[in-house]
């Protein structure tokens, strides 16, 4: 089960903008993430998070930069090897013929 909190995280890293979808909505599996989102999370102020994510999650790199460059690359990978990401992109989603 993936916590809420991983997937507001996950959403507000990478929120969509027409024609790319939000991360929730890509078809990525939030919980592969979970590991290394977990100090983040335990970082990050529930109620600040809920009126300004922006912010909590700038205050956060800040706070836990490392922690948060590896957070990113992974869910950036996972965010553009999607194939509705792809797809929207209009990139091939299939291997490349010779």
Known sequence: M???ALIALLDTLLPGDAP???FSQ???DPSQFAEAARPILGA???MAFQTNA????????QVLPDEFRILLSQALA???QAAS????L????DPPQP
């Open 20 to 22: 790319l979808p939000p």
């Open 54 to 61: 922006a912010a909590e999650v700038q205050r956060i790199a």
């Open 78 to 80: 996972g965010y553009y």
């Open 2 to 4: 993936t916590s809420p």
């Open 85 to 88: 990401v792809q797809a929207a």
């Open 26 to 28: 890509a078809g990525v």
């Open 44 to 46: 990050i102020d529930g």
């Open 90 to 93: 209009g990139w091939r989603s």
